[in-house]
């Protein structure tokens, strides 16, 4: 049941008289859930202030969608999904590339600027000298810098939403 749904049933026990406070309190007491701990927390407003500052902290979906050998070099390809109301003016990735020994191979800034508001974009970047099938993971050490219509943010890799479709770990 939706938000809205929520707050229209909850009103209308309210004023349908005769139930009065106990539809309403009913209607509060729907409300709770248990959290991970077992714990009942109120949802109601306060989990849809929370949601929505999640919905903010999601920031962008980032996916490695196929590693590619283009002779001496490996090309990534990255789907960038931008679900955000904002544009990002700046977004760069500061990568760990691991070996399949679990050594760190190198280290690169891959710069995915501009992102478009409510956009999804895929950008190819070619790592040179690297053969794909060398890379075991790839880490997304930081989003930095990064940058909206506010101006500078510090919260990109944590709001960042990973995942891949390929054999190479990616992950923050």
């Not at 009103?11 to 349908?16: I, N």
């Not at 309190?25 to 714990?39: H, N």
């Not at 927390?41 to 196929?66: C, F, P, R, W, Y």
């Not at 506010?150 to 960042?160: F, K, P, Q, T």
Request: net charge negative.
């Amino acid at each position: 049941m939706g938000r809205m749904a929520k707050h229209k049933g909850l009103l209308a026990g309210v004023l349908a008289g005769g139930l009065g406070l106990a539809t309403a309190l009913a209607g509060t007491a729907a409300w709770a859930q248990q959290d991970s701990t077992g714990s009942a927390t109120a949802t109601g407003q306060s989990q849809s202030a929370q949601s929505g500052s999640d919905a903010m902290a999601d920031g962008v979906h980032i996916e490695l969608n196929k590693l590619e050998q283009q002779g001496d070099a490996c090309r990534a390809y990255l789907l960038f999904e931008n679900d955000r109301g904002d544009e990002y003016s700046v977004y760069r990735l500061d990568l760990v590339l691991f070996d399949k020994q679990g050594r760190i191979d190198r280290r690169i800034a891959v710069d995915a600027s501009p992102l478009r508001a409510g956009k999804s974009v895929v950008k190819l970047f070619d790592l040179s000298g690297l053969q794909c099938d060398g890379i075991s993971k790839i880490l997304l050490n930081d989003i930095a810098p990064c940058e909206d219509g506010s101006g500078a943010r510090e919260d990109c890799v944590v709001g960042a939403r990973l995942s891949t479709l390929t054999d190479v770990s990616f992950y923050k």
